[in-house]
């Protein structure tokens, strides 16, 4: 046997014995070791900005990481365009009502204003009238449309028909203007009364001007209708003499 000294004996001698051992042979256990540090900070999920794309593309969801925060940004396509729906209409319904009736009906001098003294129905407030005056102002600067109906006559002096002024002729236009916006005319070969209708298109430049129904006739008209003692339902809006009815076009 070699040489050596005691510690190598035991040595020796511990590897030989556990050779015959049939498991490996341990010391005993150690105490516990200190816990270690923590790990990183928990990670943060933003929703950010929902984007329209464009019509027949994909949605998307774009992720950005800033600092220890996901961000979310959705992308959505446009979808197709549907039908336009019913736009509200701006209108007024103005007229005067032959609320003191006579047999002649109410008088209108040549180149007079005819009356008009209430507003009947009004979806907004696109106008404003004077009752007194019989003047109509408009509150929105646009286009506008109007539709009039006047029930009128004319008396005759003799038995005579004359082309030359036996006819009823009346016109909507600005305040003393030289331009008629909407009117009509017709010959008159009796006394009885008959339905003026004109329809026509203008535009309000300025809120400020007032607007009017005239006699452009070169006789005397009077407007009349039936008297509402008379009708099957006394309602005045079966007899009016003059209607205006009135649509901002925008």
């Not at 959705?74 to 701006?90: A, L, S």
């Not at 209108?108 to 106008?127: A, E, F, H, M, Q």
């Not at 102002?137 to 038995?159: C, E, L, M, W």
């Not at 030289?178 to 809120?207: K, P, R, T």
Request: include cysteine; charge should be negative; hydrophobic fraction near 35%.
């Amino acid at each position: 046997m070699n040489n050596c000294n005691n510690n190598d004996e035991k040595i020796l001698q511990m590897i030989e014995q556990n050779k015959r051992c049939c498991r490996p042979c341990f010391g005993p256990t150690g105490p516990t070791g200190p816990t270690g540090p923590s790990g990183g900070p928990a990670g943060v999920i933003t929703v950010g900005n929902t984007i329209t794309g464009e019509p027949g593309t994909q949605a998307a969801v774009i992720e950005s990481l800033v600092d220890n925060n996901n961000v979310l940004n959705f992308v959505i396509p446009q979808g197709p365009t549907g039908p336009t729906g019913p736009q509200k209409v701006r209108s007024a319904f103005l007229l005067k009502f032959d609320d003191n009736y006579a047999q002649d009906g109410i008088e209108v001098l040549s180149n007079g204003r005819l009356p008009i003294d209430r507003i009947g129905i009004k979806t907004s407030d696109i106008c404003v009238l004077d009752p007194n005056d019989n003047t109509i102002q408009f509150n929105k600067v646009g286009n506008y449309r109007i539709d009039f109906t006047v029930n009128a006559s004319i008396q005759y002096p003799n038995t005579n028909f004359d082309l030359n002024t036996d006819f009823i002729s009346i016109g909507f236009r600005r305040v003393d203007d030289g331009v008629i916006y909407a009117g009509a005319s017709e010959w008159i070969n009796d006394e009885a009364s008959h339905q003026i209708v004109a329809n026509g298109l203008f535009v309000v430049d300025n809120v400020a001007t007032p607007y009017e129904l005239v006699n452009f006739s070169n006789r005397t008209i009077y407007l009349n209708s039936p008297g509402i003692e008379n009708l099957g339902l006394p309602s005045y809006f079966l007899n009016p003499v003059v209607t205006i009815l009135i649509q901002y076009l925008g």
